[in-house]
Structures are given as structure tokens and as C-alpha cells.
């Protein structure tokens, strides 16, 4: 079954504690992105790659970092959470850029205390 | 002001009537259009694309207007499934970034 998988789905944690939210696909995806989403604001795009080892940012990348070392991964590392990164975050993947339809992970619930 | 503007709604809309909303865009050079659909607060799920010549997949149909940069989509005879919230979704540039409205709220009553 073609999926996109996070975790943990739901976290709780305290300042500065630093924490990874895993996101694997198994479509052989080029393309991989982070989101986080806000009562309002829709979701917001944090890193993205285009393929292993090429990364970039998106509109809100304060405070994160991603690595792209094997193609099926991308995971999402906080070095320091503070409670304005407490969100929803969605790992998403597409075949070939933006004009592709996106595949999004079931969500990750994060607060940070 | 925000690339991609909904109306947060909710729509209340009783079951078999016909409902329709629209999504606004800033950037004249937006190249690909998207209604996704979300379930309370579960992953996006894609609807349907826009094309310029506007488009149907059973009861939905979606418009673009380039003109007054806007996207449209019309849902006939709601279903009470049909509850969700609606994405309009823009992309940009030689990537296709994405550009994600907050959404729709569509409640389908019985």
C-alpha cells in the first residue's frame, strides 16, 4: 500500500528538549516537504527537498532542521522546541514537484510545554 | 495579506443542496490550482484539480478565473459525507511550491 508514515503521531514535551518527528514514503518519491498547521492559517510549508542531499527552506523554517540522506526519509529535527512550534506537523511526498498531487502523512500532534 | 484567501465559513448546508465558495489568489503567476479536502484535523486528501476550462468529477465541479484570480468549487446534491473542510491549494515557480488557503468549513445536516 503506497503511504506516507510519521512519528510518533502525538508528543508532548517540554522546552529545549530536543526531539525528531520521523516521516517515511514507499512511493519512490523525488520529492518530500514538512508542514505545520494553525487554527487559521492553513498549512504552512517549513523545509523541503527535491531529492537526496537537497534540501530548502520553505516559509517558516525558524527553528527546525531536516535531512534528506536516504530517499523513503526525511525526517524533522527540533533542536530546541519552544511552545510556538506546539502544532500539527504533516509530512507530505510528490513525484514531481507541486503540480503533482501531494500524499500526506496522518499528522503529528506536538506541544511543547 | 495572504496569498491564498478562503472564507473559514462554516457552510451549513442541508443534505442534497447544492453549495459553492470560492478561493482568491494573489500572485498572478500561480500555475497549477487544487481543491484538497480535509476530515477534522487528519491528513489532505486531494479533491480534484482546476483546469482553466473548469472541471467535473461527479457531484463537484470546480472553475478557475484567472481574470479575477479566483477558484470555485461547487458541490450538488451534499451528502452528509460531504462534511470536511475544503483546501484551495496554488502552486508557484519552476518547483510548483505550494501555497495551502486555511480552508473551508462545509456541514452537510441531515
Known amino acids: 500500500e503506497a503511504q506516507v508514515t510519521q512519528n510518533p503521531r502525538y508528543l508532548i514535551t517540554v522546552t529545549g528538549k530536543k526531539l525528531t518527528v520521523t516521516c517515511s514514503q514507499n512511493?519512490?518519491?523525488?520529492?518530500m516537504s514538512w508542514y505545520r498547521q494553525d487554527p487559521g492559517l492553513g498549512l504552512r510549508q517549513i523545509y523541503y527537498?527535491?531529492?537526496?542531499?537537497?534540501?530548502d527552506k520553505g516559509d517558516v523554517p525558524e527553528g527546525y532542521k531536516v535531512s534528506r540522506k536516504e530517499k523513503r526519509n526525511f525526517p524533522l529535527i527540533l533542536e530546541s522546541p519552544s511552545p510556538n512550534q506546539t502544532s500539527l506537523y504533516f509530512c507530505?511526498?510528490?513525484?514531481?514537484?507541486?503540480?503533482?498531487?501531494?500524499?500526506f502523512g496522518p499528522g503529528t500532534r506536538l506541544t511543547v510545554l | 495579506r495572504k496569498e491564498v484567501e478562503q472564507d473559514p465559513g462554516p457552510f451549513n448546508v442541508p443534505e442534497g443542496a447544492t453549495v459553492a465558495f470560492n478561493c482568491t489568489y494573489s500572485?498572478?503567476?500561480?500555475?497549477?490550482f487544487f481543491w484538497y479536502r480535509q476530515d477534522c484535523r487528519k491528513e489532505p486528501k486531494l479533491l480534484m484539480s482546476?483546469?482553466?476550462s473548469g472541471n467535473e468529477d461527479g457531484r463537484f465541479t470546480a472553475q478557475l478565473n484567472r481574470a479575477s484570480q479566483y477558484i470555485s468549487l461547487l458541490i450538488r446534491d451534499s451528502k452528509l459525507s460531504d462534511s470536511a473542510t475544503y483546501l484551495c491549494?496554488?502552486?508557484?515557480?519552476?518547483?510548483?511550491?505550494?501555497?495551502f488557503g486555511a480552508g473551508t468549513q462545509v456541514v452537510v445536516t441531515p
Open positions: 507530505a511526498s510528490n513525484g514531481r514537484g507541486g503540480t503533482d498531487t501531494q500524499y
Open positions: 512511493m519512490n518519491h523525488e520529492y
Open positions: 527537498s527535491m531529492n537526496v542531499e537537497v534540501t
Open positions: 500572485n498572478s503567476a500561480s500555475q497549477s
Open positions: 482546476v483546469y482553466s
Open positions: 491549494v496554488v502552486t508557484r515557480g519552476s518547483w510548483g511550491k505550494l501555497q
